[in-house]
Structure formats: structure tokens, C-alpha cells
């Protein structure tokens, strides 16, 4: 099995927000009780900030240990032949909305995570039980696993669908979720360290999980995590509410050990290998691979921004300084199969996620790191928030924000969006190229396009950091009902270094779109073609 096995997903039955009869959790097997271990204590959010708090003062020490062989030397399919025994879900026997599932170690998962049942203030540690899970044909042998061996990880499932999940913690502190299309696609993470610098990223690991009981009748489960590693601790409460747009309201609460010199709220991780704007790796029979298609930016001053998503040649790092932003998302804005042409694991269908700040985040900047990849195995996109204020040891940060999984974000600009945009070579056609040029078109639709006349006199505004901008132009486009703006941009000399592009629709002087922001980096000379 591979990961495009994996992310297949069918379309929805039903909305997955609409309260249906618990008869929908028909019992295939008769609930099998939840062992725990150890003695209820109690618990909530305030302690377990203390914990972090605790666990940051004393040094770190590394979870990942021994696992038996047979576990540890699992390969993709062996791993996937393991299988969660339904009747062993938490809540089975419950009249509840949800009903939670573990993930087994092994495979790239070999740190044990202590998973809790929370029910009325007090919290119990669940045994892992080999009888939990039908080992198939993985060839492990759960007779002979430790039974302190422990959990990679777990899985939550809504009542609208007792088969699908609606969301997922597996792996460092990484978590993912679907909306009403009951697609996955790219990940959020706990917290991001170091990342994209010049030596190797720190991933923190959640450690620890504990499982609130849901009220009877409620569609909100609440999911409490500590986080730790060697620059950091942290306590983490997640309210998740699934829907057409799936709700996680996050409280977070961090404690470093040592000053974190690119510190990353809100990380958010995604694929991009080819696109109508970057066709370097496009060896694929399907026209477009790409779980998120751009970066989209409300900022502070209510700029909206777009940033379409590369696969670059080289590690790309862009830096949007900020103030108090009111959101920013990895969105998958292209939701036209036709554009993908994939059946098996629907590009067209992955989520957008929006990260909503509830309270203000002060100065910083949103961050966007860009690798290159091979092919859509390999996530190679990272968007985060990164604060201006230095993190230093003994320090308490506190953030709460929102996450909006959908195909479309909660809010959008009121102005036209950038629906497209498509580079190719430039010149005149029929005339011949005296020197190279990279052709730029970029669709915008929606606001008060449509109510343009052919006369209005529309402008592209267009900047550029380097390099000569000419044959520019912006005219309707009626299959969007909107406006189409093109320019050349002519490379300044032979070198590769990245030019840094804006554009902006306007009309007597007043915006009539989002900001469009690009960067572009010439190819080696030998490969500036001019036919």
C-alpha cells in the first residue's frame, strides 16, 4: 500500500455536522471494555500547564525506546495490515457522538504515547492490550508483545460515519483532519522549531494524550496533549467540532528550556510538485499534484494576499512581516477535477486549513518554507507564524486560535481573488525572441469584476525586486467573469538569484483585487530558451 492507498476517501453520505440517530453506530461486535492502569487522578487544563511547566524546568530526556524487532522492523504494508478492533474503540458502549481508535507503534512511529480516558475531572491511563488489534498479515505476533508496550497514536470517528475518521494524532505532533468532502490531505503541527535553517529542524513529539468523555449529545469532543522536547514544553486543550467545516479551538501553553531562535505557532504542512504555475516536475500523466495551491494572508492593515505555492529548485524561504494578523491558510483553492484528473486519491478534494488567531498575536511574520520534491510522497511545503520576540527560557507562552478544515476558508476578501496564475516564455508570437522573457498571466474573479464595462480602464499594478517589466496588460476574461492581467518579465542578467513579484487589479487609482505576490527564479542560462 502506498500513500495514495492510504488518503483514499469516497464522497461523504451525509453532512458530517447534521445530528443523526446513534443508530448509526450499529454495533457490528459487542463492545469489549477498555483496560487502564494505574489510579484515577484528577485533572484539567490547569494542571496540566503545570506538568509542562514542571517538565520544562528538568532536562529533557528522550521517549523513543527499544521496540521488540518484529514491531520496529515493520516495512509500509506490514504496518498497514494492522487493523484496530472496532469493538475496543473508547466510548463504544456509550450513547455518544464519538468514538476514539489507536494507532499501533511501528513503521516511522516508534515513540509510545500515554493515552488517558477523562471522565468527570478524573483521568485513567488505557492499557494497550494486544487483543485491541487484528494483526492480519503483518506477521507480528501480539501474543509475544510487552504489555506496557503503549500507543503511536489515535484516531476520532463521528457518529455521521462509524467507519471514516474525522480526525487524527499520529506521529511527533502532527494532526490532520476532513470537512464535509471526508478528504485528507495536509497536516497541522503542534509546534514548529528551527525549521528551514541551516542545520537540522527540531520536531517537538506530543507525549501524552487525554481523552475527554463527550457530554451525550454533544458534537464537541475535547482533546488535552503535552508536548515536549529539548528546546520546550508545552500544554495543549483542542475543542473539535466536525462539520462541513471542521472547528479545532486550540489553547496553547509553552515553556522553553533554551532560547528557540525560529520558533513556529500554528505550523501547518502540505505537498505541492506540480501546477499551471510550476511545471518542472510535471512527469505525471496527471496535469496537476498538489494538496494546497497557495498561501492566502489576511493581514493586520486587512490586506488580503496570495501566494502561489512552487516546487523550487532549491530550499526557498519567504518571510511576510506582520502585526496582529486576522488569519492565514494553506488553501487548495482549485477544486475543478478536471484540472487533476485523479480518481483514486481526488487532489480536488483536499481540505484548505485556515488558522484563525482569537486574540492578538502582536509582531511577527507568517513564513513559508519551500523544497523541492521528487514526487507527492514527500511534503515539502511549511507555513507558520513566527513572533518577533525573541523565545527565551523561563518564559509562559500563551496562544489560542482556530483551525478551519474545509474546502473553502470561513472568510474571504470582499475584493476579486486570484483564481490562476500560468507562466510561460514571453515575446510577441510570430516575431522572433531577441532575448529570453518569462511570460506571466494571472486570473482574477469575484468582487466587483462583473460589474465592470469593456471601457473601465482596469490597471495591473505590478512591482518586481529585479529585472524589467514589460507587454503588460489586464483585460476580461469571461469564463471567470473577471479579468485577466499578463506581463513579460525580462531577467536583468545571467544570474539564478529569485526576483520577488506584486500585483494588484486597480481602477481610478482604487484596488479592485487582492494582492498577488510571486517569486520567481530565472532558469540557468543554458535552459533560457527562446522557441
Known amino acids: 500500500m502506498n500513500r495514495r492507498d492510504l488518503l483514499k476517501a469516497g464522497a461523504s453520505l451525509c453532512a458530517a455536522g447534521i445530528p443523526l440517530p446513534l443508530a448509526l453506530f450499529a454495533l457490528p461486535a459487542q463492545a469489549v471494555p477498555i483496560r487502564h492502569v494505574g489510579k484515577r487522578q484528577p485533572f484539567d487544563y490547569a494542571w496540566l500547564k503545570g506538568e509542562a511547566l514542571s517538565l520544562s524546568a528538568r532536562e529533557y530526556v528522550s521517549r523513543k525506546g527499544e521496540l521488540p524487532e518484529q514491531v520496529a522492523n515493520l516495512d509500509w504494508d506490514a504496518y498497514q495490515a494492522i487493523r484496530y478492533r472496532d469493538e475496543h474503540r473508547l466510548w463504544r458502549d456509550d450513547d455518544r457522538f464519538f468514538e476514539a481508535a489507536f494507532f499501533h507503534l511501528g513503521l516511522f512511529f516508534k515513540s509510545p504515547v500515554h493515552i488517558y480516558d477523562l471522565a468527570d475531572g478524573q483521568a485513567q491511563e488505557i492499557a494497550y492490550d494486544p487483543a485491541m488489534f487484528d494483526y492480519g498479515k503483518s506477521g507480528v505476533n501480539g501474543r509475544k508483545l510487552p504489555r506496557d ?12 460515519d462509524p467507519v471514516r475518521d474525522v480526525a487524527a494524532f499520529l506521529g511527533a505532533s502532527y494532526f490532520r483532519a476532513v470537512g464535509g468532502e471526508w478528504q485528507y490531505g495536509l497536516s497541522a503541527r503542534g509546534l514548529a522549531i528551527d525549521c528551514g535553517m541551516d542545520r537540522p529542524e527540531e520536531f517537538p513529539d506530543f507525549v501524552a494524550f487525554w481523552l475527554e468523555r463527550p457530554a451525550t449529545g454533544s458534537n464537541k469532543v475535547t482533546v488535552y496533549a503535552l508536548l515536549d522536547s529539548p528546546s520546550v514544553a508545552g500544554a495543549y486543550r483542542f475543542d473539535i467540532t466536525p462539520g462541513d467545516t471542521l472547528v479545532m479551538d486550540l489553547d496553547v501553553a509553552l515553556y522553553p528550556r533554551k532560547p528557540i531562535e525560529r520558533l513556529g505557532i500554528a505550523p501547518l ?9 510550476d511545471r518542472r516536475k510535471a512527469n505525471d500523466w496527471r496535469p496537476e499534484i498538489h494538496d494546497s495551491d497557495g498561501l492566502s494572508m489576511w493581514r493586520g492593515n486587512d490586506e488580503w494576499v496570495w501566494r502561489p505555492l512552487t516546487n523550487p529548485r532549491h530550499l526557498r524561504f519567504n518571510v511576510h512581516v506582520d502585526e496582529n494578523p486576522k488569519g492565514f491558510g494553506l488553501l ?4 475543478n477535477f478536471e484540472n487533476y484528473q485523479d480518481d483514486g486519491v481526488f487532489y480536488d478534494r483536499r481540505p484548505s486549513l ?13 513564513q513559508l518554507l519551500e523544497l523541492p520534491t521528487e514526487d507527492e510522497t514527500f511534503d515539502n511545503i511549511v507555513a507558520f507564524w ?6 527565551q527560557p523561563g ?7 482556530r483551525l478551519h478544515w474545509a474546502g473553502n476558508p470561513p472568510v474571504r476578501p470582499s475584493r476579486a481573488r486570484v483564481v490562476a496564475t500560468r507562466l510561460g516564455i514571453g515575446g510577441v508570437i510570430g516575431r522572433p525572441r531577441p532575448y529570453y522573457s518569462q511570460r506571466f498571466a494571472v486570473d482574477f474573479a469575484g468582487g466587483d469584476l462583473s460589474l465592470l464595462g469593456p471601457e473601465a480602464g ?3 499594478v ?8 514589460e507587454i503588460t496588460s489586464a483585460r476580461p476574461l469571461h469564463s471567470v467573469r473577471g479579468y485577466r492581467a499578463m506581463f513579460d518579465l525580462v531577467p536583468p542578467d545571467d544570474s539564478e538569484q529569485a526576483i520577488d513579484l506584486r500585483l494588484f487589479l486597480s481602477v481610478n487609482g482604487q484596488p479592485l483585487s487582492e494582492t498577488w505576490l510571486y517569486q520567481w527564479t530565472p532558469p540557468p542560462v543554458s535552459e533560457r530558451r527562446l522557441s
Not at 395 to 401: F, P
Not at 462 to 469: A, E, H, K, W
Open 149 to 160: 508496550l503503549g500507543f503511536a497514536g489515535f484516531r476520532l470517528v463521528f457518529h455521521t
Open 269 to 277: 504542512t502540505s505537498m505541492y510538485q506540480t501546477g499551471e504555475n
Open 332 to 335: 487548495q483553492r482549485d477544486r
Open 354 to 366: 485556515w488558522v484563525e488567531p482569537r486574540a492578538g498575536w502582536g509582531k511577527g511574520s507568517v
Open 386 to 391: 513566527c513572533p518577533e520576540t525573541p523565545t
Open 395 to 401: 518564559q509562559e507562552l500563551l496562544y489560542s486560535y
Open 458 to 460: 482596469v490597471e495591473a
Open 462 to 469: 505590478i512591482t518586481t525586486s529585479r529585472g524589467r517589466v
